[in-house]
């Protein structure tokens, strides 16, 4: 440059210090542009990388409004500092889309606030400032933004530094304006970009702070839904992976299919050889389902994606394989085979694989599938089940049941109706049994054998038998305070009744309750007596000493019934329903005929159950039978309507013998 230049340069950095003010709030507001910009989008990474076009327009739009400002402030578009800098990091951020967008709304700003006067000079500046931003994008876009180094930001520094000066050294030589105002410019420039340089650094800071806080984020959402021990992706993975299947398939079922490979002896595997070597046993599992002979199997088929269900269990998804493909093609055998040739090494207990193929898109959401898995592997002990949807909604039937078994046992509450049993001579009420009568949410019937096969399935039968005592002892106090007489049944098995602290504890809680023995009956099967132990004939003679009837249910249809009468002090034989239906043979007669002597001899009283129709009363009555239940009479009804029932026979036989 001239030496006069370099005159009028020093004079005017002088005189530029008293803009310094000026200067530092538009630097300001360019911060606060990018932190906004980072709030907003949060992904810094993803920003640069994505909305190019978009960062320069808002960059451009930004610089626009502080031309407007900066110019009604110091009265002259000249003194505007900021554009250069905008103008740079749109070329540096957004490449050649970015910083031709920010370029052409800062030329149109310049062009309406300044005229045309010295604009090409103007635009030409600003195109090296922005061609300077550009030739970095590449480089700068290949760099991970949480690892920039101080050597890069120096680099991109210098980078800034040479696009202030080279546009003023370029226009002088070319000599279109004059050495003065060239030198004014360049003064403005040199001053400007040496402030401008903290403030570069400052958004390069920015950026690596907001770019580590995302890789931490996506770090720690990593760990949560990724398996500790096998590594793999987990049920949370699991789920995100589902819905996407389901928004890919419009939730159409039978198009994918999830095979779940459950070690169901993992906790006798844990008590031998120690959580370490079951651990190592999963990740064993987890390599042999991708890179073994079983991942072969799976890959010559699907694209499969492994995740880990629980810690008992792991689920392979196989795209675009229904289970009906699985089931033909018999993959699951081919698949066991080659799981467990790795995983059996002959020095103790092998593990056992159980194997449950669920179709992907079975439920409306991913939750659904999910849930559908965990009742399946709760509910079946079979090696291989392919969980069609039919079986699904029993799996969900028995876990709405599971549900209301447990609000049961918490209230002592289980719906119970009442068979009524009736004297056959007087036809009076004498007694009834209580039946489950359990209904599901939409108010349909529920079997109660389904109730039972719940209870037993969840170990909660003698907590099941004992709500249902509570529940009966206090039906009985208001079967009894309606003045009717016989006891209210309710049925037991020999598991319950073999407890060493049943009888002692139901005869105190019949103390507490006031209710006498002789109002309450237990009813066991015949069958459940095939367990002979002392501790139940123990049980018995007590229960017996304090009145409480006891009751064969069943009668006729176990084994050694003989046997059972001599051994157990029952007090009342009830002959199954499925002999009074054949009461019209003869030698079923003879049968009856034959119950009812053995009961006599053992001063049992006998009742008939399952009475449908006057032949079979007459039969009955002819035979020497005095007591009966069944529908002929009545069905089983709640507690209110078996004491209207018993009132109204006894005012009917009040009348007939009257």
């Not at 931490?216 to 990593?222: E, F, I, N, S, V």
Request: aromatic fraction near 6%.
């Amino acid at each position: 440059m001239h030496s006069e230049m370099w005159e009028l340069l020093s004079l005017d950095l002088a005189i530029n210090a008293s803009l310094l003010p000026i200067v530092l709030l538009q630097y300001v507001a360019l911060v606060g542009i990018f932190s906004t910009l980072l709030m907003l989008r949060q992904d810094a990474q993803r920003l640069i990388q994505s909305k190019k076009i978009l960062l320069g327009l808002i960059l451009g739009v930004s610089n626009a409004a502080l031309i407007a400002l900066a110019s009604q402030f110091m009265q002259t578009p000249v003194k505007v500092f900021l554009s250069s800098d905008m103008l740079f990091l749109a070329g540096l951020l957004g490449g050649w889309w970015g910083g031709i967008s920010c370029l052409v709304l800062v030329a149109l700003a310049r062009f309406c606030i300044g005229g045309v006067g010295q604009f090409e000079e103007a635009l030409f500046s600003f195109s090296l400032m922005t061609l300077g931003g550009v030739l970095l994008h590449r480089w700068f876009e290949s760099r991970r933004l949480g690892d920039l180094t101080f050597k890069d930001m120096a680099l991109v520094l210098l980078v800034r530094l040479g696009a202030a000066i080279a546009p003023m050294q370029v226009i002088d030589w070319m000599g279109s304006v004059s050495s003065v105002i060239t030198a004014q410019l360049l003064s403005l420039r040199l001053a400007t970009t040496l402030l401008s340089l903290p403030m570069l650094i400052l958004i390069f800071a920015m950026l690596r702070r907001e770019a580590r806080y995302q890789q931490a984020q996506r770090r720690l959402l990593q760990l949560a839904v990724t398996d500790p021990i096998t590594r793999l992706p987990n049920r949370r993975a699991l789920g995100s992976y589902l819905d996407q299947l389901l928004v890919r398939t419009g939730q159409r079922p039978g198009i994918h299919s999830l095979i779940v490979i459950k070690i169901i002896n993992l906790k006798d595997l844990v008590a031998i050889h120690s959580h370490d070597w079951t651990d190592q046993l999963l990740v064993s599992l987890a390599e042999a389902l991708d890179t073994g002979a079983a991942g072969q199997v799976l890959h010559a088929c699907s694209v499969p994606r492994r995740f880990m269900f629980s810690d008992l269990s792991l689920v392979v998804a196989l795209p675009n394989r229904s289970i009906h493909f699985i089931e033909e093609s018999r993959l699951i055998a081919t698949l066991q085979a080659a799981l467990l040739d790795p995983l059996t090494d002959g020095s103790g207990l092998s593990p056992k694989l159980q194997f449950c193929v669920v179709d992907a898109c079975a439920g409306a959401s991913a939750n659904i599938t999910l849930r559908n898995i965990s009742l399946a592997l709760q509910d079946s002990r079979q090696p291989v089940r392919y969980l069609r949807q039919s079986l699904i909604e029993r799996a969900q039937s028995k876990e709405q049941i599971r549900l209301q078994l447990l609000e049961w046992l918490r209230l002592d509450n289980p719906p119970l109706h009442y068979q009524p049993k009736f004297c056959l001579e007087r036809r009076t009420v004498v007694g009834a049994e209580a039946l489950l009568r359990a209904r599901d949410s939409q108010g349909q019937a529920i079997s109660p054998l389904l109730v039972l096969d719940v209870v037993r399935h969840q170990d909660l039968l003698q907590a099941f038998e004992w709500a249902t005592i509570e529940a009966v002892i206090r039906d009985a106090h208001l079967y009894s305070a309606a003045g009717l007489p016989g006891p209210l049944a309710v049925n037991v098995s020999a598991t319950t009744l073999s407890d060493v602290n049943f009888a002692t504890r139901l005869i105190q809680r019949l103390a507490s309750a006031g209710l006498p023995g002789q109002r309450l009956a237990l009813e066991l099967t015949e069958n459940t007596l095939l367990l002979d132990t002392r501790q139940v004939a123990r049980n018995m003679l007590l229960l017996k000493e304090h009145k409480v009837a006891l009751a064969l249910d069943d009668f006729g249809t176990g084994y050694s019934a003989l046997s059972i009468l001599a051994k157990y002090p029952f007090g009342e034989v009830k002959i199954d329903h499925s002999m009074i239906s054949l009461l019209h043979y003869e030698r079923m007669r003879t049968a009856v005929s034959i119950a009812q002597e053995s009961a006599r001899l053992y001063q049992a009283t006998l009742t008939a159950e399952g009475v449908e129709t006057q032949e079979q009363i007459d039969i009955l009555t002819s035979i020497g039978i005095g007591y009966a239940q069944g529908y002929f009479f009545s069905p089983a009804v709640p507690l209110a309507e078996l004491t209207e029932l018993g009132l109204a026979a006894e005012q009917c036989s009040r009348d007939r013998s009257g």
